[in-house]
């Protein structure tokens, strides 16, 4: 199938949302659907006020095969971009089989209604969680993946594995599975962003909110680790330039440049930063201070990783290009954004 049509699952969501940003602008033809069990309806207008576009959504949960059938029929996608997953790595320990079954389920749907319609290729949303606490850094898609510490994560483990099982079998697709390190930021015009349910649990949220007065305080997870401030070290991507890692992907695939029918990319800067690096420049870069206090660990954290993106960047063609500076002060732009609303 030859056009430029994407369809989008999870495209409300906060990565989503800034991937049909820039696919529009990209000239993609795109159709969202979402369940919007982690998003708003509201977040199609922020995305048309960006682009000047019109946005196409469908309220469809993945998990509902002939729904999602019907969708295929009607847009004959050439290429998925498949987003739409539960991940809140606590609640995914609480409710281990809500998670397997919306992410594996939606997954499995979407490469059978794939196969059914002649849909080539898929870009998924991997996570860095695969590696775990690698034992050299910074990891490439070489180091080897480490079992899951949640069900969260396995679902990633078993979506990577259904995807190059799915590869061998069925001659025709495509797959680019991406391993995101750890998204943060909003759109620099603070139209779209995150929108956490509840007590944010990722750090960024949590400063923010910090900063707005809606939370008290920010515990800062330990300051013991074997790291050179003692806080945990993590790869911090901005959203937007994470976004544009998936156009890179696509235009990969359309043009016949994929080396193998399966592969893999770390999407980071290459930057491993400390939880007290980001607190310290949240308040320099924004005039503001946090009220944070350093608290024990938390369970199931791991110390550091941060990824070695050369192959992204030398494949793909594609490069981490926003400051931490300019990442942190749209995300509390954002914030403001909320808080206004
Ligand atoms: P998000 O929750 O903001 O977006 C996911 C979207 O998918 C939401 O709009 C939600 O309503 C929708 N959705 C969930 N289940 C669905 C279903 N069954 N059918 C239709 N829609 C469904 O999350 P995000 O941060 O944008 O993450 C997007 C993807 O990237 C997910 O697969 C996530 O696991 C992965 N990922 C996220 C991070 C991160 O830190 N945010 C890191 C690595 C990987
Ligand atoms: C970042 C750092 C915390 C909150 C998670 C998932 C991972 C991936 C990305 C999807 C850590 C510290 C946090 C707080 C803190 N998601 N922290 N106080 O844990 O690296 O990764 O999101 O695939 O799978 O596990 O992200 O934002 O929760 O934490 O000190 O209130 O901030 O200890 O070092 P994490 P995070």
């Known amino acids: 199938m030859d056009n430029?049509?994407?369809?989008?699952?999870g495209g409300m969501g906060y990565i989503g949302s800034h991937t049909v940003v820039e696919l529009q602008e990209a000239g993609y033809e795109v159709l969202i659907v979402d369940n919007l069990s982690n998003s708003e309806a509201s977040v199609k207008y922020g995305i048309e006020a960006i682009?000047?576009?019109?946005?196409?959504?469908?309220?469809?949960?993945?998990?509902?095969?002939?729904?999602?059938?019907?969708?295929?029929?009607?847009?004959?996608?050439?290429?998925?971009?498949?987003?739409?997953?539960s991940k809140?790595?606590?609640e995914s320990v609480q409710q281990p089989l809500m998670y397997y079954r919306n992410n594996l389920n939606s997954l499995v749907n979407i490469l059978t209604a794939m196969r059914k319609h002649g849909t080539e290729n898929i870009v998924f949303s991997s996570s860095c969680t695969v590696y775990?606490?690698?034992?050299?850094?910074?990891?490439?898609?070489?180091?080897?993946?480490?079992?899951?510490?949640?069900?969260?994560?396995?679902?990633?483990?078993?979506?990577e594995d259904i995807l190059r099982d799915s590869v061998v079998a069925y001659g025709d697709f495509k797959v680019i599975a991406l391993r995101y390190f750890n998204p943060i930021g909003a759109h620099p015009s603070a139209l779209i962003g995150e929108l956490p349910r509840g007590v944010p649990n990722n750090l960024i949220p949590f400063v923010t909110?910090?900063?707005?007065?809606?939370?008290?305080q920010l515990s800062v997870f330990g300051d013991d680790y074997n790291t050179p401030d003692g806080s945990c070290i993590r790869d911090y991507i901005n959203v937007v330039d994470l976004a544009k890692a998936h156009i890179?992907?696509?235009?990969?695939?359309?043009?016949g440049k994929m080396k193998d029918s399966f592969e893999v990319f770390n999407v980071g800067t290459g930057n491993g930063v400390s939880?007290?690096?980001?607190?310290?420049?949240?308040?320099?870069?924004?005039?503001?201070?946090?009220?944070?206090?350093?608290?024990?660990?938390?369970?199931?954290?791991?110390?550091?990783?941060?990824?070695?993106?050369?192959?992204?960047?030398?494949?793909?063609?594609?490069?981490?290009?926003?400051?931490?500076?300019?990442?942190?002060r749209s995300a509390w732009n954002w914030q403001k954004h909320l808080n206004n609303k």
């Open 51 to 85: 682009t000047g576009k019109k946005v196409e959504f469908e309220q469809v949960d993945c998990c509902d095969y002939d729904a999602l059938d019907k969708v295929f029929e009607r847009f004959a996608p050439q290429s998925v971009i498949h987003f739409a997953a």
């Open 275 to 328: 939880t007290l690096e980001i607190v310290k420049t949240f308040e320099k870069v924004n005039g503001l201070k946090l009220n944070y206090r350093i608290v024990g660990r938390r369970a199931g954290d791991i110390e550091a990783v941060w990824a070695d993106p050369s192959y992204a960047n030398n494949e793909l063609g594609w490069k981490a290009e926003a400051t931490l500076e300019d990442t942190l």
């Open 248 to 255: 890179a992907a696509l235009g990969r695939m359309r043009q």
């Open 88 to 90: 809140a790595v606590g």
């Open 132 to 159: 775990g606490q690698a034992e050299k850094l910074p990891v490439t898609e070489q180091t080897p993946r480490r079992e899951a510490t949640s069900p969260y994560g396995n679902t990633k483990h078993i979506c």
């Open 4 to 9: 430029n049509r994407v369809l989008v699952t």
């Open 209 to 216: 909110q910090t900063a707005a007065g809606i939370r008290e």
